[in-house]
């Protein structure tokens, strides 16, 4: 039902995000979205890519402390309101947004695409599809 992200530790220090993205680069990964949140001593990139399994590997082999976390893909209608709507949903269904980051959908003009982390996947998963919200799977996410 889930998206894998990738959270990647990097020291707070120039350099250290262009040397995560140049091992990405050199193995042919595709991010489809990134996120980093920072402290003043370390960052948490947090990306969906195109192969998770290989990605968390070569980034492991590169010296980089990785874990792959489940989160939420959502197809947002592209209109004003759009997303306070899902999260008037998540609301309802009483689902604590944990974070959130938005990614592009390709071709798709119709979607805005949001990445969720949240406490109860099932019950947001369910509560959108009641409510004609997409929620976007793994294999999607590789072809978009």
């Known amino acids: 039902m889930s998206i894998k992200q990738i959270s990647v530790f990097l020291e707070n220090k120039p350099g250290s995000l262009y040397a995560m993205t140049g091992v990405l680069a050199q193995h042919k990964?595709?991010?489809?979205?990134?996120?980093?949140?920072?402290?003043?001593?370390?960052?948490?990139a947090r990306v969906i890519v195109?192969?998770?399994?290989?990605?968390?590997?070569v980034l492991k082999e590169a010296g980089f402390v990785n874990n792959i976390t489940p989160v939420l893909g959502v197809a947002i209608p592209d209109v004003p309101g759009g997303l306070n709507?899902?999260?008037?949903?998540?609301?309802?269904?009483?689902?604590?947004?944990e974070?959130?980051?938005?990614?592009l959908g390709g071709k798709d003009t119709e979607h805005a695409y949001m990445i969720f982390r949240v406490a109860d996947e099932s019950a947001a998963a369910?509560?959108?599809?009641?409510?004609?919200?997409?929620?976007?799977?793994?294999?999607?996410?590789?072809?978009l």
């Open 50 to 57: 195109d192969d998770v399994y290989k990605t968390a590997t």
């Open 85 to 97: 709507k899902v999260l008037q949903i998540l609301t309802d269904a009483k689902v604590n947004v």
């Open 29 to 44: 990964i595709d991010m489809r979205a990134l996120s980093l949140a920072e402290t003043s001593d370390f960052g948490i």
């Open 126 to 143: 369910a509560a959108l599809a009641a409510r004609g919200i997409q929620v976007v799977q793994q294999e999607e996410m590789e072809k």
């Open 99 to 103: 974070y959130m980051y938005a990614f």
